[in-house]
């Protein structure tokens, strides 16, 4: 089988989608930008040998720099980007030089915790993963609108929080 980097995949993807321009200044301290949303990445870990196996959603929003996440709690009956809250996105990073590794980190993550979920003891290489991207589309292309967030670092406006999010 073929080993695929995940986080290079949806990094090149949005390098040929996303374009680094300067945000559209709505008013009130509102900036729009354009970007792509993966709607749904399903992410598994199992183990053949105890027959365990664990699996979390989650999507990723990139525009721009900026890059929103958001992993599958128990309040998301259905997920998908236009029925959970605008404030259960994380925003992970803002800059040109860190957003592809906080896509990798992220999705990082991810893979430690469900390793550590599925046999704690295992070698990660020893255990199997599946990746499914999207049940129709992998991505949409979407407007965000931004605002800092205020809440996360006083005085610091380099945080935003998604207020909008819309299909372009």
């Keep these: 089988m073929f080993n695929v980097d995940l986080d290079d995949i949806i990094?090149?993807?949005i390098d040929s989608l996303?374009?680094?321009?300067?945000?559209e200044f709505i008013g009130q301290g509102i900036i729009r930008k354009k970007g792509v949303i993966f709607k749904t990445i399903r992410l598994t870990v199992l183990d053949d040998i105890i027959k365990k196996k664990n699996t979390i959603e989650c999507m990723i929003i990139c525009c721009g720099t900026s890059v929103f996440a958001l992993k599958r709690q128990k309040n998301h009956k259905r997920f998908?980007?236009?029925h959970v809250l605008n404030t259960d996105w994380i925003n992970l990073s803002n800059h040109d030089s860190c957003w592809r590794d906080a896509i990798r980190t992220f999705l990082n993550e991810i893979f430690r915790d469900l390793c550590n979920q599925v046999n704690p003891n295992a070698i990660p290489a020893h255990l199997k993963t599946e990746i499914s991207l999207g049940f129709s589309e992998l991505f949409q292309l979407v407007n965000v609108d931004l605002i800092p967030d205020k809440d996360r670092e006083p005085g610091n406006d380099y945080w935003k929080k998604i207020i909008n999010i819309e299909k372009i």
Excluded: L, S
């Design 11 to 13: 990094c090149r993807i």
């Design 18 to 23: 996303v374009t680094r321009t300067q945000p």
């Design 80 to 82: 998908h980007w236009e």
